[in-house]
């Protein structure tokens, strides 16, 4: 079985300031990464993957991740954030060929003027 | 497209009582999740389905019941309510083995008293 760790439940930041939200897995197999976010009162929605090829990737609105095989960590970073970027962001992870993704406990971001 | 659905989006049940949390989506997708969400535990899979007319357990199925009888719903039913089932229910759904990302529905959020 797999396991997901958010390190932080709750990361507060100012406006502008770099961030970084930790996630670390366990797993006795390959698995595929993801970072979802959810904005109060919605859903989740997907944020950023990886599936193969290059370790790090990136989202459209600035946020990127890096899998780190060794250190079996998906850390998601961003270097400059914005009040909009206030959310919660979710881990999850999910073995090749498994219908099932093992989602972390959730981080808050909270994203001060 | 409307994606995922779900009704109702707030429900107030009193102990014992009955219902029906509904989910549709309209994107032909055969994978569907129902999730609960408490603060802090993340998201905890309650069943899912692989296609019409399969389903199968998560890792908290206990007090919720499910069907798949058309692609697009995946209704979950709740027969004796409990305080314990005060919770955000999300459905999500997935198009393909190869396609791992999840579309999530808005919620439902659930109190029982």
């Known amino acids: 079985a797999q396991s997901v760790t958010q390190l932080d439940s709750q990361v507060p930041v100012f406006e502008e300031a770099p961030v970084e939200l930790r996630c670390n897995y366990s797993?006795?197999?390959?698995?595929?990464l993801f970072w979802y976010v959810q904005y109060p009162n919605q859903g989740l929605q997907l944020l950023l993957k990886?599936?193969?090829?290059?370790?790090l990737v990136e989202s459209i609105n600035g946020f990127e991740a890096e899998f780190n095989k060794s250190q079996t960590s998906f850390h998601l970073r961003k270097p400059s954030v914005h009040i909009s970027d206030t959310a919660e962001y979710f881990c999850?992870?999910?073995?090749?060929?498994?219908?099932?993704?093992?989602f972390g406990r959730g981080t808050s971001l909270i994203v001060h003027p | 497209n409307a994606g995922v659905t779900q009704t109702p989006k707030f429900r107030i049940l009193k102990i014992g009582q009955s219902m029906t949390l509904q989910c549709t989506q309209d994107?032909?997708?055969?994978?569907m999740y129902w999730y609960r969400q408490d603060p802090g535990m993340g998201l905890k899979l309650i069943y899912y389905?692989?296609?019409?007319?399969?389903?199968d357990k998560g890792e908290v199925p206990n007090g919720y019941n499910v069907s798949r009888s058309t692609t697009e719903d995946f209704p979950l039913r709740l027969e004796l309510a409990a305080p314990s089932q005060t919770s955000v229910y999300f459905c999500?759904?997935?198009?393909?083995?190869?396609?791992?990302?999840?579309?999530f529905g808005p919620g439902t959020r659930l109190t029982v008293t």
């Open positions: 797993s006795s197999v390959s698995v595929y």
């Open positions: 990886y599936l193969s090829g290059s370790t």
């Open positions: 994107m032909n997708h055969n994978y």
């Open positions: 999850a992870v999910q073995p090749g060929g498994s219908y099932i993704p093992t």
């Open positions: 389905s692989v296609g019409a007319g399969i389903t």
């Open positions: 999500a759904s997935r198009s393909a083995p190869s396609v791992y990302e999840q579309y």
